[in-house]
């Protein structure tokens, strides 16, 4: 089981899991997401096939609208 960082915190999650599959399980998956990879941002249509590994750092962020 993987075990990487998210915004700070430790998680793990079930091998192959995807960064699909993360930002589904934080509960951002209907909304405007950034997801930053080890210092590279992970373009969303790369999210299906880019696997989180062990020891990764992701910062996993929503967009906030306002006026």
Do not use: H, Q, Y
């Amino acid at each position: 089981m993987p075990e990487f960082i998210v915004n700070g915190n430790a998680r793990r999650c079930p091998a192959g899991s995807t960064v699909a599959d993360l930002v589904e399980a934080l509960g951002m998956g209907e909304s405007r997401v950034a997801v930053e990879r080890n210092g590279a941002i992970v373009p969303r249509g790369d999210w299906w096939t880019t696997r989180i590994e062990s020891g990764d750092k992701l910062e996993v962020v929503g967009a906030v609208g306002g006026g």
